[in-house]
């Protein structure tokens, strides 16, 4: 798994390595949001849901340890790598007993930074997902998506619309509740864009006798065709 599904939350204190990961992780098709400090860490996994967190253990204000201690404290599984260029054993053995998941220690090369962040990604997500109605199915392990099981084309954006109002289906949903599950953290989009990604995905998915009725005032609702 990588690609546009796979959502990085960086924290590293340290600039010029923060942004070399995240060009790394980017040329490796993941969307990354980086933070310098652990209470903004602890806010950003509060407000959006990311696949992975890469995590320095030395940071201003509260630590890495902290960091995953309130994670875990909150019933979060979100999958953590501590980043640490700390030598002492005890430090490993104390952010895998708070309950991170994998550990490098620096300098470490990008080609295994990028191996060990799929591999726990690939571990909390251990089944596909499967969602259908009607003639249209949704694979959200795969990020395929077929009509009468032709497989149609949609950017990254408009998938993730799509699996949002699966997952709603039958129920209706606002352009900002859209926004709010589609978005990265720290992005932002226009009520207008969500228009525009709605009436493309509502064309391709006609033929599979399901369209996205819109509810005046209200927001948008996936529902299947009567026949």
Request: overall charge negative.
């Amino acid at each position: 798994m990588s690609g546009p599904d796979m959502h990085v939350l960086l924290v590293e204190d340290d600039l010029v390595l923060a942004d070399g990961i995240s060009r790394i992780l980017m040329g490796n098709g993941m969307v990354v949001d980086v933070v310098h400090n652990g209470l903004d860490a602890d806010r950003a996994l509060q407000s959006h849901a990311v696949s992975i967190m890469v995590l320095d253990i030395g940071l201003p204000g509260i630590d890495g340890f902290e960091v995953v201690r309130r994670l875990r404290a909150r019933n979060g599984d979100t999958p953590v790598l501590l980043l640490t260029a700390r030598d002492d054993v005890q430090d490993r053995v104390r952010g895998l007993e708070l309950g991170a998941d994998d550990y490098l220690v620096k300098p470490f090369a990008a080609p295994e930074l990028v191996a060990r962040i799929k591999a726990l990604v690939r571990r909390s997500n251990p089944r596909p997902v499967e969602m259908q109605l009607g003639g249209l199915q949704l694979d959200a392990f795969t990020r395929r998506a077929t009509v009468d099981g032709q497989i149609i084309e949609l950017s990254a954006r408009e998938w993730a619309v799509l699996e949002y109002l699966m997952q709603q289906a039958s129920r209706v949903v606002s352009k900002q509740q859209i926004i709010d599950a589609i978005l990265p953290w720290g992005e932002e989009v226009t009520l207008n864009a969500v228009e525009v990604y709605v009436s493309r995905i509502r064309a391709k998915i006609a033929s599979a006798g399901i369209t996205i009725k819109t509810i005046r005032g209200f927001g948008y609702m996936l529902e299947q065709v009567a026949q």
